[in-house]
């Protein structure tokens, strides 16, 4: 791409408006450097992310421009729904950014989804829900913009480390519990309660490169209302909007009234997918891990999935009770409040220090942006890649050199503990923001700095003092 090309894109897309970006562009080794290479500097240094080069060189510049926001990244996407971490383009905020997919804009059904969930978040304050920030149309494209949490859902957790120590799966549930209470105060009911939609925010990463990481989270998020109901709009809600998606929930973790009829969902059908949540979290699985979407609905109304101490020795007998109670085929039979399922796991209720270890193999992170991420010219170099020598498998033949015994089952295990990945999970505090985390002080901190000013105020107030007595004593001797 030419370089004049590039600059304009760059126009299009707002990004030229960013500070950082027009003073890099303005040195002089950025000069002589066409649209591919400006890119690669900028993406390498960090003042791009690969999508936005992406865009800016596949021409798509104006694409990654949404109202007063720059989109920095793709974060996930649902059936109606993408999301993006995005950055305003005036104030240098992060937010996550919801757009509904053009297919969907011009459908009424989806259209009033999307706007529940709006309305939804708009009613809610609390510091275990996802906040709402904004809602607009730009250029015909609906989107919702939406705090934006560094951190990684309980589903992908799992799927990194297997099955949660029991204190830090509780401390997780009982969040988010106290999170639906708030919600079902108000007359919500979320009714898509699982892993994927329960965030752990991460409000500092470390070593995340190697074998072992250490990682300091926060507070558990409420995600993605995309399916809430608000009870005032409960006999308003029409045939037609539950049939855009057949059956509205996830199947692994649904309520088995709420299978019957969406409608008929209340806060108990929360309860219920936030104890299935539950027993996912200890038991590294979903309770009917196996058939098919209706297989698994026909499951959860007549089944009861295997008990959680056949599957793992170390869950207390009252926690695996009140997974079992929140699982009650009966809505009665169930904890009635989410207030009252957190209240049963409030010997939980601090955040734990953990350590969980995992068999996923470690991959060391390359720091340097790969080349298939830049749309490019054919002839471009394909880059080189170090990768971390492969741990020897036990059941491999042994490569040794000739005449070495061949390894004995200590040295295997050790090859083993190599490629395995431990995560030490550090909680920040209870109750803390990732405010105070990232650097802002607490009270007492700023307490005991403000006994210091004023010391250091009282000690200059008695030398100007002194000075000033001295300057008059000479004075009068003159």
């Not at 959860?300 to 101490?309: A, I, K, R, S, W």
């Not at 007998?317 to 989410?338: C, F, G, I, T, Y």
């Not at 061949?406 to 505090?429: F, N, Y």
Request: glycine share 6%.
């Amino acid at each position: 791409m030419h370089r004049q090309e590039f600059f304009r894109q760059l126009q299009q897309s707002g990004l030229a408006l960013l500070p950082a970006i027009h003073e890099r562009l303005r040195r002089a080794d950025t000069q002589g450097l066409d649209g591919l290479n400006l890119a690669r500097l900028l993406v390498r240094e960090r003042y791009l992310t690969p999508l936005q080069a992406n865009y800016l060189l596949s021409g798509r510049g104006e694409q990654l421009r949404l109202g007063p926001y720059a989109l920095l990244e793709r974060l996930g996407h649902g059936g109606m729904s993408r999301v993006y971490k995005a950055q305003h383009l005036a104030t240098g905020l992060v937010v996550a950014v919801k757009i509904l997919d053009e297919r969907h804009a011009q459908n009424p059904t989806a259209l009033a989804r999307f706007r529940r969930e709006i309305a939804a978040l708009q009613q809610l304050e609390h510091p275990n829900i996802v906040r709402a920030l904004d809602a607009a149309e730009h250029n015909g494209q609906f989107y919702l913009v939406l705090e934006y949490v560094e951190g990684i859902d309980l589903l992908r957790l799992i799927k990194k480390v297997g099955p949660l120590p029991v204190h830090l799966a509780a401390y997780c549930i009982h969040q988010a519990a106290l999170g639906l209470h708030h919600a079902h105060q108000r007359g919500i009911v979320h009714r898509d309660m699982k892993p994927s939609n329960i965030m752990l925010e991460i409000v500092r990463q470390e070593d995340s490169s190697t074998a072992v990481q250490r990682l300091t989270y926060g507070r558990i998020k409420i995600l993605d209302l995309g399916l809430a109901r608000v009870d005032a709009q409960r006999q308003l809600e029409s045939t037609q909007i539950t049939r855009l998606h057949a059956i509205m929930g996830t199947p692994d973790y649904m309520a088995p009234e709420q299978a019957r009829d969406s409608r008929n969902a209340d806060p108990r059908s929360d309860i219920y997918s936030l104890g299935a949540t539950l027993y996912f979290c200890l038991a590294g699985r979903p309770p009917f891990p196996d058939g098919t979407p209706m297989e698994k609905i026909l499951r959860h109304q007549t089944e009861e999935p295997t008990p959680l101490n056949r599957l793992r020795s170390d869950v207390p007998a009252e926690l695996a009770l009140l997974v079992s109670s929140m699982m009650a085929k009966e809505p009665r039979q169930r904890p009635q409040s989410a207030l009252a399922v957190a209240q049963c796991l409030q010997r939980w209720h601090k955040p734990p220090r953990v350590c969980v270890v995992s068999n996923q193999p470690v991959q060391v992170r390359d720091e340097n942006i790969p080349e298939a991420v830049l749309l490019s010219d054919k002839d471009r170099p394909v880059p080189k890649t170090t990768e971390p020598a492969a741990a020897p498998s036990p059941l491999a033949p042994a490569s040794a050199s000739r005449g070495s015994p061949p390894p004995s089952l200590s040295d295997q295990e050790a090859d083993r503990a190599s490629t395995q990945l431990s995560v030490h999970l550090i909680p920040a505090g209870e109750g803390v923001a990732l405010a105070e985390v990232a650097g802002i002080r607490k009270r007492g901190q700023s307490a005991q700095w403000s006994a210091w000013i004023w010391l250091l105020v009282l000690l200059a107030g008695l030398n100007l003092g002194l000075l000033f007595v001295l300057a008059v004593r000479r004075w009068l001797i003159q």
